[in-house]
T-cell receptor, first 116, second 117 residues
Framework: AQKVTQAQTEISVVEKEDVTLDCVYE???????LFWYKQPPSGELVFLIR??????QNEISGRYSWNFQKSTSSFNFTITASQVVDSAVYFC?????????????FGTGTRLKVLA | DSGVTQTPKHLITATGQRVTLRCSPR?????VYWYQQSLDQGLQFLIQ???????AKGNILERFSAQQFPDLHSELNLSSLELGDSALYFC????????????????FGPGTRLTVL
Protein backbone atom coordinates (compact mmCIF):
# COMPACT_ATOMS: atom_id res chain seq x y z
CA ALA A 1 0.00 0.00 0.00
CA GLN A 2 1.09 3.53 -0.64
CA LYS A 3 1.95 5.54 2.45
CA VAL A 4 3.91 8.61 3.51
CA THR A 5 4.98 9.02 7.11
CA GLN A 6 6.21 12.23 8.62
CA ALA A 7 6.72 11.11 12.17
CA GLN A 8 7.78 14.52 13.47
CA THR A 9 4.61 16.44 14.16
CA GLU A 10 6.37 19.56 15.37
CA ILE A 11 9.99 20.65 15.66
CA SER A 12 11.32 23.76 17.34
CA VAL A 13 14.83 25.05 16.74
CA VAL A 14 16.71 28.20 17.46
CA GLU A 15 17.70 30.38 14.54
CA LYS A 16 20.91 29.30 12.78
CA GLU A 17 20.53 25.69 13.85
CA ASP A 18 20.37 22.99 11.19
CA VAL A 19 17.21 20.91 11.12
CA THR A 20 16.21 17.75 9.27
CA LEU A 21 12.64 16.85 8.48
CA ASP A 22 12.06 13.15 7.97
CA CYS A 23 9.91 11.53 5.33
CA VAL A 24 9.51 7.77 4.98
CA TYR A 25 7.42 6.32 2.21
CA GLU A 26 6.00 2.97 1.17
CA UNK A 27 5.27 1.93 -2.37
CA UNK A 28 5.29 -1.21 -4.47
CA UNK A 29 5.98 0.62 -7.71
CA UNK A 30 9.45 0.97 -9.14
CA UNK A 31 8.50 4.27 -10.77
CA UNK A 32 7.32 6.95 -8.41
CA UNK A 33 7.86 10.58 -7.58
CA LEU A 34 8.53 12.32 -4.30
CA PHE A 35 7.76 15.91 -3.45
CA TRP A 36 8.24 18.45 -0.70
CA TYR A 37 5.96 21.44 -0.15
CA LYS A 38 6.06 24.33 2.29
CA GLN A 39 3.01 25.99 3.83
CA PRO A 40 3.94 29.16 5.75
CA PRO A 41 1.59 30.69 8.33
CA SER A 42 0.01 32.80 5.60
CA GLY A 43 -1.48 29.58 4.22
CA GLU A 44 -0.28 29.41 0.65
CA LEU A 45 1.41 26.28 -0.64
CA VAL A 46 4.91 26.47 -2.07
CA PHE A 47 6.37 23.68 -4.16
CA LEU A 48 9.96 22.94 -3.16
CA ILE A 49 11.17 19.88 -5.03
CA ARG A 50 10.20 16.84 -7.08
CA UNK A 51 12.33 13.73 -7.38
CA UNK A 52 11.79 10.59 -9.45
CA UNK A 53 12.62 7.13 -8.19
CA UNK A 54 15.51 6.69 -10.63
CA UNK A 55 17.40 9.73 -9.49
CA UNK A 56 19.04 9.20 -6.12
CA GLN A 57 21.34 12.16 -6.39
CA ASN A 58 21.11 14.43 -3.42
CA GLU A 59 20.02 17.94 -4.21
CA ILE A 60 21.06 21.24 -2.73
CA SER A 61 19.34 24.54 -3.27
CA GLY A 62 20.80 27.30 -1.15
CA ARG A 63 20.20 26.40 2.49
CA TYR A 64 17.91 23.52 1.51
CA SER A 65 19.09 20.02 0.77
CA TRP A 66 17.36 16.72 0.17
CA ASN A 67 18.63 13.23 0.83
CA PHE A 68 16.89 10.48 -1.13
CA GLN A 69 17.72 6.93 -0.04
CA LYS A 70 15.81 4.12 -1.69
CA SER A 71 17.42 1.57 0.61
CA THR A 72 15.61 3.09 3.57
CA SER A 73 12.63 4.50 1.59
CA SER A 74 13.38 7.95 2.88
CA PHE A 75 13.43 11.41 1.37
CA ASN A 76 14.65 13.72 4.10
CA PHE A 77 14.84 17.47 3.95
CA THR A 78 17.51 19.51 5.72
CA ILE A 79 17.53 23.24 6.29
CA THR A 80 20.94 24.60 7.12
CA ALA A 81 21.31 27.70 9.29
CA SER A 82 17.56 27.97 9.80
CA GLN A 83 15.86 31.35 9.77
CA VAL A 84 12.62 32.57 11.27
CA VAL A 85 11.15 32.74 7.76
CA ASP A 86 11.56 28.98 7.51
CA SER A 87 8.78 28.58 10.08
CA ALA A 88 6.06 26.67 8.27
CA VAL A 89 4.41 23.32 7.88
CA TYR A 90 6.32 21.09 5.49
CA PHE A 91 4.63 18.30 3.58
CA CYS A 92 6.19 15.34 1.88
CA UNK A 93 4.24 13.59 -0.89
CA UNK A 94 4.48 10.48 -3.05
CA UNK A 95 2.92 9.88 -6.43
CA UNK A 96 2.80 6.73 -8.49
CA UNK A 97 0.86 5.42 -11.44
CA UNK A 98 -0.52 1.92 -11.48
CA UNK A 99 -2.28 0.82 -14.65
CA UNK A 100 -2.95 4.40 -15.58
CA UNK A 101 -4.49 5.30 -12.24
CA UNK A 102 -2.54 7.90 -10.35
CA UNK A 103 -2.21 7.88 -6.63
CA UNK A 104 -0.85 10.89 -4.87
CA UNK A 105 -0.45 10.77 -1.12
CA PHE A 106 0.63 13.55 1.21
CA GLY A 107 2.15 13.06 4.62
CA THR A 108 0.51 14.72 7.59
CA GLY A 109 3.11 17.46 7.66
CA THR A 110 5.78 18.62 10.08
CA ARG A 111 5.36 22.01 11.72
CA LEU A 112 8.72 23.74 12.02
CA LYS A 113 9.12 26.63 14.42
CA VAL A 114 12.30 28.61 14.19
CA LEU A 115 12.81 30.82 17.21
CA ALA A 116 14.79 34.04 17.08
CA ASP B 1 2.61 36.53 -6.27
CA SER B 2 2.67 33.16 -8.04
CA GLY B 3 0.67 34.36 -11.03
CA VAL B 4 -2.07 31.81 -10.35
CA THR B 5 -5.42 33.34 -9.45
CA GLN B 6 -8.32 31.70 -7.69
CA THR B 7 -11.79 33.06 -7.14
CA PRO B 8 -13.55 33.47 -4.87
CA LYS B 9 -11.27 33.71 -1.85
CA HIS B 10 -14.02 32.68 0.52
CA LEU B 11 -17.28 30.91 -0.03
CA ILE B 12 -19.94 30.10 2.53
CA THR B 13 -22.83 27.91 1.54
CA ALA B 14 -25.27 25.37 2.89
CA THR B 15 -25.39 21.60 2.72
CA GLY B 16 -26.89 20.25 -0.45
CA GLN B 17 -25.84 23.23 -2.52
CA ARG B 18 -23.53 23.40 -5.54
CA VAL B 19 -20.59 25.75 -5.98
CA THR B 20 -17.99 26.48 -8.64
CA LEU B 21 -14.42 27.39 -7.89
CA ARG B 22 -12.34 29.05 -10.55
CA CYS B 23 -8.63 28.97 -11.27
CA SER B 24 -6.58 30.84 -13.84
CA PRO B 25 -3.09 29.41 -14.39
CA ARG B 26 0.08 31.39 -14.89
CA UNK B 27 0.48 32.80 -18.34
CA UNK B 28 1.87 30.06 -20.58
CA UNK B 29 1.11 27.20 -18.22
CA UNK B 30 -0.94 24.40 -19.71
CA UNK B 31 -1.58 22.16 -16.73
CA VAL B 32 -3.87 22.87 -13.81
CA TYR B 33 -3.98 20.79 -10.64
CA TRP B 34 -6.61 20.85 -7.91
CA TYR B 35 -5.94 20.01 -4.26
CA GLN B 36 -8.11 19.91 -1.16
CA GLN B 37 -6.86 20.62 2.34
CA SER B 38 -9.16 19.82 5.23
CA LEU B 39 -8.68 19.21 8.93
CA ASP B 40 -9.99 15.65 8.63
CA GLN B 41 -8.35 14.49 5.43
CA GLY B 42 -5.24 16.64 5.31
CA LEU B 43 -3.91 17.51 1.88
CA GLN B 44 -5.28 15.56 -1.05
CA PHE B 45 -4.67 15.73 -4.77
CA LEU B 46 -7.95 15.84 -6.67
CA ILE B 47 -7.31 16.08 -10.39
CA GLN B 48 -5.00 17.40 -13.11
CA UNK B 49 -5.93 18.85 -16.49
CA UNK B 50 -3.59 19.52 -19.36
CA UNK B 51 -4.64 21.66 -22.28
CA UNK B 52 -8.28 20.82 -21.77
CA UNK B 53 -7.87 17.10 -21.19
CA UNK B 54 -7.96 15.22 -17.92
CA UNK B 55 -4.44 13.92 -17.23
CA ALA B 56 -4.46 12.44 -13.75
CA LYS B 57 -7.14 11.73 -11.22
CA GLY B 58 -6.70 11.45 -7.49
CA ASN B 59 -9.16 11.26 -4.61
CA ILE B 60 -11.87 13.24 -6.30
CA LEU B 61 -15.39 12.38 -5.20
CA GLU B 62 -18.09 11.63 -7.77
CA ARG B 63 -19.98 14.69 -6.50
CA PHE B 64 -17.05 16.79 -7.69
CA SER B 65 -16.10 17.49 -11.27
CA ALA B 66 -13.65 19.72 -13.04
CA GLN B 67 -12.92 21.00 -16.48
CA GLN B 68 -10.39 23.14 -18.25
CA PHE B 69 -11.54 25.57 -20.88
CA PRO B 70 -9.89 26.63 -24.17
CA ASP B 71 -8.47 29.72 -22.49
CA LEU B 72 -6.89 27.27 -19.98
CA HIS B 73 -8.72 28.45 -16.91
CA SER B 74 -10.23 25.65 -14.88
CA GLU B 75 -13.33 25.23 -12.79
CA LEU B 76 -13.95 22.80 -9.97
CA ASN B 77 -17.62 22.05 -9.42
CA LEU B 78 -18.72 20.71 -6.06
CA SER B 79 -22.28 19.51 -5.73
CA SER B 80 -24.55 18.07 -3.04
CA LEU B 81 -22.24 19.68 -0.54
CA GLU B 82 -21.71 18.10 2.84
CA LEU B 83 -20.23 19.52 6.01
CA GLY B 84 -17.09 17.49 5.39
CA ASP B 85 -16.44 19.32 2.13
CA SER B 86 -15.45 22.41 4.11
CA ALA B 87 -11.82 22.90 3.20
CA LEU B 88 -9.24 25.02 1.50
CA TYR B 89 -9.11 24.27 -2.20
CA PHE B 90 -5.87 25.06 -3.99
CA CYS B 91 -5.08 25.03 -7.63
CA UNK B 92 -1.61 24.95 -9.11
CA UNK B 93 -0.22 25.21 -12.61
CA UNK B 94 2.78 23.99 -14.55
CA UNK B 95 3.83 24.37 -18.12
CA UNK B 96 4.26 20.67 -18.73
CA UNK B 97 1.49 18.16 -19.21
CA UNK B 98 3.27 15.16 -17.78
CA UNK B 99 0.92 13.61 -15.25
CA UNK B 100 2.20 14.55 -11.83
CA UNK B 101 5.72 13.72 -12.87
CA UNK B 102 6.63 16.97 -14.46
CA UNK B 103 9.95 18.45 -13.56
CA UNK B 104 8.34 21.85 -13.70
CA UNK B 105 7.79 23.85 -10.56
CA UNK B 106 4.16 23.87 -9.49
CA UNK B 107 2.90 27.38 -8.81
CA PHE B 108 0.02 27.56 -6.37
CA GLY B 109 -2.84 29.97 -6.13
CA PRO B 110 -3.88 31.50 -2.78
CA GLY B 111 -6.72 29.03 -2.37
CA THR B 112 -10.48 29.23 -1.95
CA ARG B 113 -11.78 28.60 1.53
CA LEU B 114 -15.11 26.81 1.36
CA THR B 115 -17.33 26.66 4.42
CA VAL B 116 -20.38 24.44 4.29
CA LEU B 117 -22.92 25.16 7.03
Amino acid sequence: AQKVTQAQTEISVVEKEDVTLDCVYETRDTTYYLFWYKQPPSGELVFLIRRNSFDEQNEISGRYSWNFQKSTSSFNFTITASQVVDSAVYFCALSEATSGTYKYIFGTGTRLKVLA
Amino acid sequence: DSGVTQTPKHLITATGQRVTLRCSPRSGDLSVYWYQQSLDQGLQFLIQYYNGEERAKGNILERFSAQQFPDLHSELNLSSLELGDSALYFCASTHSGRALGSTDTQYFGPGTRLTVL
